[in-house]
Nanobody
Framework: QVQLVESGGGSVQAGGSLRLSCTASGYTGSRYCMGWFRQAPGKEREGVVVIGSDGSTLYQYSGKGRFTISQDKDKNTVYLQMNSLEPADTAMYYC???????????????????WGQGTQVTVSS
């Protein structure tokens, strides 16, 4: 059973930075798509950015240019570096993973087999 554990959330002022981490355990395969979704209060869950085991990335939205995803395969960990944070970035950030393919191609939640518990990011103005 794959488990995803997020860390790194917190409260920052607008313009600040945070780095989220997601560490996977229980998976011995080599192909995956793994990354981040977020959900703000009263809104639907939305994709942020994901990365495939082949190194390809898929960015969803305006985070591109402010958010950067990276991975350390030796540590089974994916990172989300978030810079120039805005109050609109306030949300619960969830790590998600699909082990079906070595690349990412969709934001459809049902593509992602596994989800973490989430880590809260709060950005104040």
């Amino acid at each position: 059973q794959v488990q995803l554990v997020e860390s790194g959330g917190g409260s920052v002022q607008a313009g600040g930075s945070l780095r989220l981490s997601c560490t996977a355990s229980g998976y011995t395969g080599s192909r995956y798509c793994m990354g981040w979704f977020r959900q703000a209060p009263g809104k639907e869950r939305e994709g942020v950015v994901v990365i495939g085991s082949d190194g390809s990335t898929l960015y969803q939205y305006s985070g591109k240019g402010r958010f950067t995803i990276s991975q350390d395969k030796d540590k089974n960990t994916v990172y989300l570096q978030m810079n120039s944070l805005e109050p609109a970035d306030t949300a619960m950030y969830y790590c998600a993973a699909s082990v079906r393919r070595p690349f990412c191609f969709t934001w459809a939640p049902n593509e992602y087999n596994y989800w973490g518990q989430g880590t809260q990011v709060t950005v104040s103005s």
